[in-house]
């Protein structure tokens, strides 16, 4: 099964996918700004699967393109889904754990903030993110997950870009990752992925 999903996935990405640069996928078409619900939905069950020997309370991701496919994972698991704000809201005045992230894709440092009252001690936190790049947004909220003295049970990611250096990055601070898609490749304006094309849906 999980083969089947990573296909549909990897399908969809080289179908509806745009290349930007040969830094940047852009999948606004499925998952950035309109959502595929079922997809969505397959990559929660991917993610369930891939973590089903972890024990997971919470899932935390970061506003707003990780939600889609987050809120499906928390369903599945049964348990809550948090997704740290990108700004200090007005609404936000509770006791907060923040930190600051380099933001990829808008080139700015923005402050990433959860409620304290969302993560209790000894939480054991899933964190995940739609893209992978340098794995600044996922150490961010690898550390708010310990500032709340929580633990990271995993790091699930939907499109990594293996040629840069998140993936290295996360696994060397001694976190598990998990990425669903592997993208080795933008150049020329074309996706290739880690693993061989064959494994695509046509
Ligand atoms: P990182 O923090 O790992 O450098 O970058 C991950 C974050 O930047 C993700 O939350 C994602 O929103 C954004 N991002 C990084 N690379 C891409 C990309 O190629 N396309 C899109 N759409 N977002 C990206």
């Known amino acids: 099964?999980?083969?089947?999903?990573?296909?549909?996935?990897?399908?969809?990405?080289?179908?509806?996918?745009?290349?930007?640069?040969?830094?940047?996928?852009?999948?606004?078409?499925?998952?950035?700004?309109?959502?595929?619900?079922?997809?969505?939905?397959?990559?929660?069950?991917?993610?369930?699967?891939?973590?089903?020997?972890?024990?997971i309370t919470k899932v935390l991701t970061l506003e707003s393109s990780g939600i889609a496919p987050s809120v499906m994972t928390a369903l599945l698991l049964g348990v809550p889904l948090i997704f740290a704000r990108k700004r200090k809201s007005l609404t936000l005045t509770e006791n907060l754990l923040v930190h600051q992230v380099q933001s990829f894709t808008k080139m700015e440092t923005v402050e990433v903030a959860v409620a304290q009252k969302f993560i209790a001690p000894g939480e054991q936190v899933l964190i995940i993110d739609d893209?992978?790049?340098?794995?600044?947004?996922?150490?961010?909220?690898?550390?708010?997950?310990?500032?709340?003295?929580?633990?990271?049970?995993?790091?699930g990611i939907v499109i990594e870009k293996s040629f840069q250096q998140g993936h290295r990055k996360l696994e060397e601070a001694g976190y598990r990752v998990e990425s669903l898609a592997r993208v080795a490749s933008l150049a020329d304006g074309k996706v290739q992925f880690v693993e061989a094309a064959s494994t695509v849906l046509h």
Request: negative net charge; proline residues 2%; glycine residues 8%.
């Open 131 to 155: 893209f992978l790049a340098h794995g600044e947004a996922a150490l961010g909220l690898a550390h708010i997950v310990e500032q709340a003295q929580g633990k990271v049970a995993g790091i």
């Open 1 to 55: 099964m999980e083969v089947y999903r990573m296909k549909l996935l990897k399908t969809k990405i080289i179908e509806e996918g745009t290349v930007l640069s040969d830094q940047v996928l852009k999948v606004d078409a499925f998952l950035n700004h309109q959502v595929d619900p079922a997809l969505m939905m397959e990559i929660g069950k991917a993610f369930v699967e891939r973590f089903q020997d972890t024990p």
